[in-house]
């Protein structure tokens, strides 16, 4: 098993510049999640995903949309990058509310 | 808002040596309190949880205590090794009971360094 797979690793983008992260796990879990990571802050929730054709808001979702077509696929979308936006994102998935997370391998994001 | 506080950002001892570290959270439902580490250029991995009705757990060098009275848990790893160095993250749920999600309060991690 590949467990939770993220692409890219890197990107960067100029201001106002839209793109979007791919995450696939091939673990059959129902929920999914995206974080990001920023020095001293932490992981904080942006968006996350009960099951498929599902999406909710978490701490900080401003500035980033999502979709879940696909139980194993989690798409995280910038539509008009901003600097406040460079940061490394990390996908995780679980199996159940109360189970383990497992983490992608994170991409790395900066917007000039 | 819900907040865990983690303490020290960095700690740096000698091999053989214990390191502990330590959390505070504001929420008092929270029930699940999981520990991860994050090595260079990966993603968090889960070491050890515990859950509120637990005060103690171990798994070998590694052990994590929780006081729900005071609202803190801490990480404790005895003899480290140099491969022991990494960030740890504390983090505390309310664990998805009654149907809540697990949304994790991620603490703002601790740089462990182990000098051989």
């Known amino acids: 098993n590949a467990g939770v797979t993220q692409t890219p690793k890197f990107r960067v983008l100029k201001t106002g510049q839209s793109m979007t992260l791919l995450c696939a796990q091939d673990?059959?879990?129902?929920?999914m999640y995206w974080y990001r990571q920023d020095p001293g802050m932490g992981l904080r929730l942006i968006h996350y995903?009960?099951?498929?054709?599902?999406?909710a808001k978490g701490e900080v979702p401003d500035g980033y949309n999502v979709s879940r077509l696909k139980k194993q696929n989690f798409l995280l979308g910038l539509e008009s990058a901003a600097p406040s936006q460079t940061s490394v994102y990390f996908c995780?998935?679980?199996?159940?509310?109360?189970?383990?997370?497992?983490f992608g391998p994170g991409t790395r994001l900066t917007v000039l | 808002g819900e907040n865990v506080e983690q303490h020290p950002s960095t700690l740096s001892v000698q091999e053989g040596d214990s390191a502990v570290i330590k959390c505070t959270y504001s929420?008092?439902?929270?029930?699940?309190f999981p520990w991860y580490k994050q090595e260079l250029g990966k993603g968090p991995q889960l070491i050890i949880d515990?859950?509120?009705?637990?005060g103690e757990k171990k798994d070998q060098r590694i052990a994590v205590t929780l006081n729900k009275t005071a609202k803190h848990f801490s990480l404790h790893i005895t003899e480290t090794q140099p491969e022991d160095s990494a960030v740890y993250f504390c983090?505390?749920?309310?664990?998805?009971?009654?149907?809540?999600?697990?949304?994790?309060?991620f603490g703002t991690g601790t740089l462990l360094a182990v000098q051989p």
């Open positions: 995780a998935s679980s199996y159940s509310t109360s189970g383990t997370l497992f």
């Open positions: 673990m059959n879990h129902e929920y």
């Open positions: 995903s009960v099951g498929e054709g599902t999406t």
């Open positions: 929420d008092s439902a929270s029930n699940y």
């Open positions: 515990i859950r509120s009705n637990v």
């Open positions: 983090a505390a749920s309310r664990g998805g009971y009654g149907g809540a999600t697990n949304k994790l309060i």
